[in-house]
Nanobody, 126 residues
C-alpha cells in the first residue's frame, strides 16, 4: 500500500519561508504525479501545485505562482514544497497526494489522487 509521509510544517512570520517534504513508498512504477493541496478551516480544499515525472514539469495555482516551487529530493520518491514570501492567507493544513502512472498535470486536481499524506499545519503570522 502506498504511504506518504510529510513533514516540515510550523509557524513562520509573514514574508518568511518554509519547506515541506513528502516521501512516497510502497510503489514500484517509474512514473507518478505528486501534488500539494491545502485546506483552511471552513474553506474548500485547494490544489496549489503538481509535479509529473512523465514530462518532468511542475505547475502551480495562481495563488502561489512565483512564491512556491516543487523541488526533487535526493531520493526519487521525495519532493519538497519550497514556500517563500509567505502570507497570512497561506495558513492551512498542507497535504501531499500521489498517484503512480504516466500522467500529466496542470494544477492539482484531487480527483486524480488516491494516496494522501497525513497533513502538516502551516501557520503564517506577523
Amino acid at each position: 500500500e502506498v504511504q506518504l509521509v510529510e513533514s516540515g510544517g510550523g509557524l513562520v512570520q509573514a514574508g518568511g519561508s518554509l519547506n515541506l517534504s513528502c516521501a512516497a513508498s510502497g510503489f514500484s512504477v517509474e512514473d507518478y504525479i505528486m501534488a500539494w493541496f491545502r485546506q483552511a478551516p471552513g474553506k474548500e480544499r485547494e490544489g496549489i501545485g503538481c509535479f509529473s515525472t512523465f514530462d518532468g514539469k511542475a505547475y502551480y495555482a495562481d495563488s502561489v505562482m512565483g512564491r512556491f516551487t516543487i523541488a526533487s529530493g535526493n531520493a526519487k520518491n521525495t519532493q519538497y514544497l519550497q514556500m517563500n514570501r509567505l502570507k497570512h492567507e497561506d495558513t492551512a493544513v498542507y497535504y501531499c497526494a500521489f498517484r503512480p502512472g504516466q500522467f500529466f498535470c496542470v494544477v492539482a486536481d484531487g480527483r486524480l489522487y488516491n494516496s494522501w499524506g497525513q497533513g502538516t499545519q502551516v501557520t503564517v503570522s506577523s
